[in-house]
């Protein structure tokens, strides 16, 4: 309990128990209408039972073009709350608060959305390797037109209400990775040229509006934070000094609680290491791999808006040392939680070896990408002790 790691702290209303979060992990249980399933055995709860100080739950779309699977879920209607408040209570139930992530599929939802006769919804048609299969072959089907865009814009403030409404403690805005709000920021898949693309402050402007949305209608006390992607792993693609200057933009508008860092598009959906679920992470010299992007977004942002470092981090001591440092204020892991959900209450019982996570990805290979619950198939292998108390 003599860790830094272990001080309460606050985003925006909501209190702490420590400084470790859960980044989100979609759990691939969904219904057709895009209900999750929170059922038995749930890895969130038992995770909230570890002793974890914030949950961030498995993104949801805002609005129906944003879904890229049957299996994406959606929180795009007052009828999906009560699974989610299902999701939320489950969570409460093992002990830790829980924040909603939101999305919208962009690019990636168009195949799926011309399957089903409707329209795609992206910041522009483009050319290139990766994305070319997610497009329409009607180069009009997908930029959307002004009106479109405040329509995702209202979805996204819509949606944290409901998600409030469902019980979450918090909401964070997916703009990493292959999400929308990635897509608007990368130059590679934003070739607009209104005042939604060129130049930073034009490309980070559909995040500002978005966050504005959500704070008018959750309210000034409720936590609002945003994963932000802020370089990327593409060929003229978003450079870190303008993923850095967005962070500062977004901050300085003032809607923001915290600021999760992360990358943003990768050339490939094939090469996990090109992506944000690193593989082969079996040295301290590994682990952190988004750290330098996280210092960075810190001295730019200042007291603006609270900072959370994440991607690869195992070891106690670097988290530690990262919290003391000033580097972030938060630090936060996801696969080392699937793997061993009592993590934070083994590193505060005083067992301070690094997380048994071997960083495989089975947890995606084996388990949600063929449709099963969130899980780690390894865990007996590794010799994982339960220190979640059931
Ligand atoms: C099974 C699984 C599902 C994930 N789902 C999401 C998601 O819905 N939204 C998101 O922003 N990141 C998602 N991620 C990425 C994680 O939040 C995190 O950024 C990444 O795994 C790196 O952290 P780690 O090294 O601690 O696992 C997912 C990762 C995994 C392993």
Same mark, same amino acid.
């Given at each position: 309990?003599?860790?830094?790691?272990?001080?309460? /702290?606050?985003?925006?209303?909501?209190?702490?128990?420590?400084?470790?979060?859960?980044?989100? $992990?979609?759990?691939?249980?969904?219904?057709?209408?895009?209900?999750?399933?929170?059922?038995?055995?749930?890895?969130?709860?038992?995770?909230?039972?570890?002793?974890?100080?914030?949950?961030?739950?498995?993104? =949801?779309?805002?609005?129906?073009?944003?879904?890229?699977?049957?299996?994406?879920?959606?929180?795009?209607?007052?009828?999906?709350?009560?699974?989610?408040?299902?999701?939320?209570?489950?969570?409460?139930?093992?002990? =830790?608060?829980?924040?909603?992530?939101? /999305?919208?599929?962009?690019?990636?939802?168009?195949?799926?959305?011309?399957?089903? !006769?409707?329209?795609?919804?992206?910041?522009?048609?483009?050319?290139?390797?990766?994305?070319?299969?997610?497009?329409?072959?009607?180069?009009?089907?997908?930029?959307?037109?002004?009106?479109? &865009?405040?329509?995702?814009?209202? $979805?996204?403030?819509?949606?944290? $209400?409901?998600?409030?409404?469902?019980?979450?403690?918090?909401?964070?805005?997916? =703009?990493?990775?292959?999400?929308?709000?990635?897509?608007?920021?990368?130059?590679? /898949?934003?070739?607009?040229?209104?005042?939604?693309?060129?130049?930073?402050?034009?490309?980070?402007?559909?995040?500002?509006? &978005?966050?504005?949305?959500?704070?008018?209608?959750?309210?000034?006390?409720?936590?609002?934070?945003?994963?932000?992607?802020?370089?990327? !792993?593409?060929?003229?693609?978003?450079?870190?000094?303008?993923?850095?200057?967005?962070?500062?933009?977004?901050?300085?508008?003032?809607?923001?609680?915290?600021?999760? &860092?992360?990358?943003?598009?990768?050339?490939? !959906?094939? !090469?996990?290491?090109?992506?944000?679920?690193?593989?082969?992470?079996?040295?301290?010299?590994?682990?952190?791999?988004?750290?330098?992007?996280?210092? $960075?977004?810190?001295?730019?942002?200042?007291?603006?808006?609270?900072?959370?470092?994440?991607?690869?981090?195992?070891?106690?001591?670097?988290?530690?040392?990262?919290?003391?440092?000033?580097?972030?204020?938060?630090?936060?892991?996801?696969?080392?939680?699937?793997?061993?959900?009592?993590?934070?209450?083994?590193?505060?019982?005083?067992?301070?070896?690094?997380?048994?996570?071997?960083?495989?990805?089975?947890?995606?290979?084996?388990?949600?990408?063929?449709?099963?619950?969130?899980?780690?198939?390894?865990?007996?292998?590794?010799?994982?002790?339960?220190? /979640?108390?059931?």
């Amino acid at each position: 309990m003599d860790s830094i790691l272990f001080k309460k /702290t606050k985003i925006n209303n909501l209190e702490l128990k420590n400084r470790f979060l859960m980044s989100a $992990a979609a759990s691939a249980k969904v219904t057709e209408d895009g209900d999750i399933i929170a059922d038995k055995p749930l890895i969130h709860y038992r995770v909230a039972r570890g002793g974890v100080g914030l949950i961030i739950n498995g993104a =949801a779309n805002v609005h129906i073009s944003g879904r890229s699977s049957i299996k994406s879920s959606l929180i795009d209607d007052d009828e999906r709350i009560p699974s989610f408040r299902r999701f939320a209570d489950r969570v409460h139930a093992g002990g =830790a608060p829980v924040s909603f992530q939101l /999305t919208h599929g962009g690019l990636w939802a168009g195949a799926f959305q011309i399957a089903n !006769d409707r329209r795609p919804f992206a910041p522009s048609y483009v050319i290139q390797d990766k994305l070319c299969k997610y497009m329409s072959p009607n180069r009009e089907d997908c930029p959307a037109t002004e009106e479109q &865009v405040y329509e995702i814009i209202e $979805a996204y403030g819509d949606s944290a $209400a409901r998600a409030k409404k469902a019980g979450f403690d918090a909401v964070e805005v997916h =703009a990493a990775h292959d999400s929308l709000l990635a897509q608007f920021l990368s130059p590679v /898949t934003n070739i607009r040229q209104d005042k939604w693309g060129g130049n930073i402050e034009n490309r980070c402007r559909l995040h500002c509006e &978005v966050m504005a949305n959500i704070r008018k209608k959750v309210g000034a006390g409720f936590p609002v934070i945003i994963k932000l992607g802020v370089c990327e !792993d593409l060929k003229g693609g978003l450079t870190l000094d303008d993923g850095i200057k967005a962070a500062e933009i977004i901050a300085q508008k003032g809607d923001v609680d915290a600021i999760e &860092v992360s990358q943003g598009l990768s050339s490939s !959906d094939v !090469d996990f290491n090109g992506m944000s679920i690193k593989t082969g992470i079996n040295s301290i010299k590994k682990e952190a791999y988004y750290r330098e992007w996280t210092k $960075a977004v810190k001295s730019a942002v200042g007291g603006g808006a609270l900072v959370i470092m994440q991607g690869g981090l195992r070891s106690f001591e670097l988290m530690e040392e990262v919290v003391q440092n000033g580097e972030a204020d938060l630090v936060s892991m996801c696969r080392p939680y699937i793997c061993e959900p009592g993590i934070v209450n083994r590193w505060m019982e005083g067992d301070r070896e690094k997380a048994k996570c071997i960083s495989c990805n089975n947890c995606i290979i084996e388990g949600i990408m063929k449709g099963k619950p969130l899980e780690c198939g390894l865990r007996e292998k590794l010799g994982v002790p339960d220190y /979640t108390k059931e």
